[in-house]
């Protein structure tokens, strides 16, 4: 089988190996689904590779249980009895807010969104994780809840060797300039357009 080609190679003095291992901010944006399930199928990568996993969740429900929130702290509770992958910390940031009415004002919820980045903000100045997964942490960003620059320089100076992926529909122009890979996931069909419901236990 041929070998891939690069386009074209950067002129940033590293070679190849130093440009692959550098840490990454990575989004992943657009109107289509799966941003959130390819950030986590990245988090499960990450774990099997020793990597220390700092899920930090924003806007949806957090009496909601996703699955994929179940594998990885089962993966963290294992790693705890085995030594095998790495540690998982989970974080639901405030009670959520986009996808179903939730208690509280606008107010309740951009306290708890901005303290919830400051606690983000604290977990990268400690170096806590190996990889970040910000989950749907566009929307505070889009409201005014956090402030853009401050997360953009937050990000570009973070220390050590930090990957930090984002997701969520309508990413700042200032976000996908700072961000290494940008993911845009376009729809292309959805089933509720004709109608039709997801199964149980999927969310669609």
């Not at 937050?154 to 969520?168: D, E, K, N, S, Y």
Request: net charge neutral.
């Amino acid at each position: 089988m041929p070998k891939g080609q690069p386009v074209a190679v950067p002129d940033d003095g590293l070679t190849t190996a130093q440009r692959r291992n550098r840490p990454l901010i990575m989004v992943h944006t657009g109107p289509g689904k799966g941003k959130s399930t390819a950030a986590f199928g990245l988090a499960m990568r990450g774990w099997n590779q020793g990597f220390s996993i700092g899920v930090f969740q924003f806007v949806k429900s957090a009496k909601w249980r996703i699955g994929e929130q179940t594998v990885l702290e089962r993966l963290g509770r294992l790693h705890e009895e085995t030594g095998e992958g790495g540690p998982v910390a989970w974080h639901k940031m405030g009670s959520g807010w986009s996808w179903s009415r939730k208690a509280g004002t606008d107010d309740d919820h951009a306290a708890d969104a901005a303290e919830g980045w400051q606690e983000i903000k604290r977990a990268l100045a400690e170096e806590r994780h190996d990889l970040y997964v910000l989950d749907e942490f566009t929307y505070p960003m889009k409201w005014g809840w956090v402030d853009v620059d401050d997360v953009v320089s937050t990000l570009v100076a973070r220390p050590g060797r930090q990957h930090v992926v984002i997701t969520g529909r309508h990413a700042d122009p200032r976000l996908l300039d700072a961000a290494n890979l940008v993911t845009e996931m376009g729809q292309v069909k959805h089933p509720m357009e004709v109608g039709q419901k997801g199964q149980k236990g999927i969310e669609w």
